[in-house]
């Protein structure tokens, strides 16, 4: 085994409800190497998102027991800014609204942050300017509020710029493509061509259909129902999932 990859092993994890801890994941096994694309797919309300935050950090959900290591790195023990420096991106299924929070002054806080020093400011601007460009948003786009007042397809670019510019080493891609029509879906699939492209960064990406998946190809294809994954394939498991859908794991 290589301290190089993101290695999941036997993940369980609470969400607390009104009548107690509700048991979402049960024993989650997945490891992504720098240069692969894993695709996550199954039906709603099978823990596909809750896997995705809980790996982030989200205090809605209790790790019960397992282990996750980033490049050798226990993320479980780490509060949510320190999974982000050592190399963790998650791109939310809804992102947030930040008022009063411009997405240039978002952006190089957040480069700040997980570098440790600010980035010279000249060729940052240009670097964001580029990266929006790429992403079909214009200039004055970075002097908007962070996800306030934007369409769903704006959220969702603004989120692959955020990826592009801080490049973790990790990334957790959650349902980026719902709300996307098919402009917005193949302008944000190859931004996250881009940062795959590098050869030494991963991906898991979270969907529940294959239609991005004829963007983004990925070398790894796990189907995941009631909390856990229940098989695994190449791309090739996608399309006979697109033909013949998730009742067979559901029965």
Avoid: C
Avoid at 65 to 77: I, K
Avoid at 221 to 227: E, M, P, R, S
Wanted: overall charge negative.
């Amino acid at each position: 085994m290589t301290d190089r990859e993101l290695k999941i092993t036997d993940l369980h994890v609470d969400v607390e409800t009104e009548t107690g801890p509700k048991s979402i994941l049960k024993g989650v096994n997945l490891t992504i190497k720098p240069g692969e694309v894993h695709a996550i797919m199954g039906p709603n309300g099978s823990g596909k998102s809750t896997l995705a935050y809980s790996i982030a950090g989200h205090p809605k959900y209790t790790i019960t027991s397992g282990s996750v290591l980033l490049d050798g790195v226990e993320l479980t023990t780490l509060k949510v800014d320190e999974r982000a420096k050592a190399g963790l991106f998650l791109a939310m299924q809804y992102p947030v609204e930040v008022p009063g929070v411009s997405v240039s002054n978002f952006l190089r806080t957040a480069k700040t942050a997980i570098d440790g020093e600010a980035p010279p400011l000249r060729s940052w601007v240009k670097k964001v300017n580029e990266s929006l460009a790429q992403m079909q948003l214009d200039d004055e786009f970075a002097s908007r509020s962070v996800n306030e007042g934007f369409s769903g397809g704006e959220k969702k670019r603004n989120e692959i710029v955020q990826l592009e510019l801080l490049n973790p080493k990790y990334a957790i891609l959650d349902e980026t493509d719902s709300g996307l029509d098919i402009d917005a879906l193949r302008v944000v699939s190859e931004g996250v061509n881009r940062y795959a492209s590098q050869g030494d960064r991963g991906v898991l990406l979270i969907t529940h259909y294959t239609r991005i998946l004829k963007y983004i190809h990925p070398d790894f294809v796990h189907v995941f129902v009631d909390g856990h994954v229940v098989e695994e394939g190449d791309a090739s498991l996608a399309d006979s999932l697109e033909e013949t859908g998730y009742e067979k794991y559901l029965s």
